[in-house]
């Protein structure tokens, strides 16, 4: 061809990972390690994400800040800098390197308590980090959550599938003293409270049918009551898992949409499943928008969702000033 091509290679499966940082020239303050909740390829202002790390070992932490460190002296970077890594088994790959703020600075500010936007405006002009009483780098006390907002309800024909283009509009925090509870927090900020009771939908590609049958079986641990259509029902029973059928669009009715707006739905798991099905899909994703049903279109947030309901269920809410928090970890 007679103009450029670029040819990137895709890392299934990765766990994407963000790191703020601020530099002087010469040190380096790592704000805050990032560990997303969606993974890598979905857009990073898309993606739920957690601080401190929810799933990450203590060597490829060290790995992380190693590198974080040599690019951002190496760069020469004065003030803050964002990079974004993704994690393949033990291997970890840089995404992007970007020597300026990034939309989640705010994020990692507020959770921390330390303002780096003031720290590296300061430097820019001439300060060390060594002027600084910044606290020492380590393990927070508690977790942080991020979770986007959506505009979805005001463009009822838009499909909510993620994916690499930004949709988001906006961002919520949940704090607390574990990942299920600031998750069931982040949510319920978002105006998607997660249900403690129900029934729940599922319908997923084949090539998440053997992730989605834990999820499945904590869901029917829980108490809820399962439906899933048909391709879903068969790879769910084949492992003990209880449910009924749902019946897509083209199979009768009642069907999930009848289903959906008589309220007999309480929350929805549904991953893209091919072209044939593309239309019921898009429609169920519509129509849970429309009737503000809670909708997990990943098999990492649905993950993540059952850990939040799990707490709800069974834990307290606990609900401080965000002061208090920070002078736990200060």
């Given amino acids: 061809p007679q103009h450029p091509v670029l040819i990137d290679k895709f890392l299934e499966k990765a766990i994407e990972i963000e790191v703020d940082a601020v530099c002087d020239g010469d040190e380096v303050f790592i704000g805050g390690i990032m560990e997303h909740i969606e993974e890598a390829g979905v857009h990073s202002g898309d993606s739920a994400c957690v601080l401190p790390p929810h799933s990450l070992n203590p060597k490829v932490i060290r790995t992380i800040k190693d590198y974080t460190r040599s690019l951002a002296r190496e760069l020469k970077v004065i003030g803050l800098i964002n990079i974004q890594y993704a994690l393949l088994g033990e291997s970890v790959y840089v995404l992007e390197v970007n020597p300026r703020a990034s939309r989640t600075v705010p994020f990692v500010s507020k959770a921390t308590g330390v303002p780096l936007a003031k720290v590296a405006t300061k430097i820019m002009i001439g300060k060390k980090l060594r002027d600084f009483n910044l ?7 508690y977790v942080a959550v991020k979770e986007a907002v959506f505009p979805f309800s005001k463009f009822p024909e838009v499909d909510p599938i993620l994916g690499p283009e930004m949709k988001a509009t906006g961002e919520v925090m949940g704090i607390a003293s574990s990942f299920g509870l600031a998750f069931c927090k982040a949510e319920e900020a978002a105006e998607m409270k997660l249900p403690v009771e129900g029934t729940v939908l599922i319908s997923v590609a084949d090539k998440y049918k053997k992730e989605i049958v834990e999820v499945a079986d904590r869901l029917n641990k829980l108490g809820f009551k399962i439906l899933a259509t048909k391709g879903t029902k068969g790879a769910l029973e084949k492992r003990g898992i209880r449910c009924e059928l749902a019946l897509k669009l083209h199979e009768g ?12 739905i309480q929350m929805i798991i549904n991953t893209p499943v091919g072209r044939e099905s593309k239309y019921d899909d898009s429609y169920i994703r519509k129509a849970a928008i429309q009737y503000k049903v809670p909708y997990i279109t990943t098999i990492a947030a649905a993950t993540a969702t059952v850990e939040g309901i799990e707490t709800a269920k069974y834990g307290a809410i ?5 002061q208090e928090y920070h002078a736990c970890s200060g």
Avoid: A, F
């Avoid at 999930?256 to 007999?264: C, G, M, V």
């Avoid at 606990?318 to 965000?322: A, H, L, T």
């Fill in 318 to 322: 606990d609900v401080k000033p965000i």
């Fill in 135 to 141: 606290p020492k780098e380590k393990d927070l006390s």
């Fill in 253 to 264: 009715r009642p069907n999930i949409i009848d289903d959906i707006l008589n309220k007999r």
